[in-house]
C-alpha cells in the first residue's frame, strides 16, 4: 500500500513539474500539493523536504511571499535535519534574495553566510566520498 501511494506521490510530482514548465503554476502548486500530503502520510522526510522547496518556488514566481517563505524555510530545516547541505543551501539563497528584495538586509545577510557555510559542508561531504569510492569503503 505504502508503494502505491509513493507512486502516485511520485506521478503527481511528475505531473506538476511538466505544468509548471508550461507555465501553469496554479496548476502545477496544486498537484504539488496533493503530492505532499502523500508524502508526509509516508513520512518521507526526503520527498516532503522536495515538495516543499518546490512549492516555495512557485509562490516565488507567484509572488506570494509568506507562502513562499514558509514553504522554503520549511523545506530548509528538513534539509537540514537530513544533513543534506546542497539542498539547504539553495532554499537559503532564495530565502536570501526574498529578504533582499524586502528590504531586509540583516536577515538577507545572515541566509547568505549560513548558505556559504553550508556549501562548504557540501562540498566537504563531497569529497569525503570521492576518497571512499576511490578506496572502495563507499
Do not use: H, P, V
Amino acid at each position: 500500500m505504502e508503494e502505491m501511494g509513493a507512486e502516485q506521490a511520485k506521478s503527481l510530482g511528475e505531473r506538476a513539474f511538466r505544468l509548471r514548465m508550461m507555465g501553469s503554476l496554479r496548476e502545477a502548486r496544486g498537484l504539488y500539493l496533493r503530492s505532499l500530503e502523500i508524502w508526509r502520510g509516508l513520512g518521507e522526510q526526503r520527498a516532503i523536504a522536495e515538495s516543499l522547496q518546490k512549492l516555495g518556488e512557485i509562490a516565488m514566481d507567484l509572488q506570494w511571499g509568506e507562502e513562499a517563505e514558509s514553504s522554503l524555510r520549511e523545506s530548509a530545516a528538513l534539509w537540514q535535519a537530513l544533513g543534506e547541505w546542497n539542498n539547504c543551501s539553495e532554499c537559503l539563497w532564495k530565502l536570501g534574495r526574498m529578504a533582499r528584495g524586502q528590504g531586509r538586509y540583516a536577515d538577507a545577510e545572515d541566509l547568505q553566510q549560513r548558505r556559504g557555510r553550508y556549501r562548504e559542508w557540501s562540498r566537504q561531504q563531497w569529497e569525503e566520498s570521492m576518497r571512499r569510492r576511490g578506496t572502495g569503503e563507499g
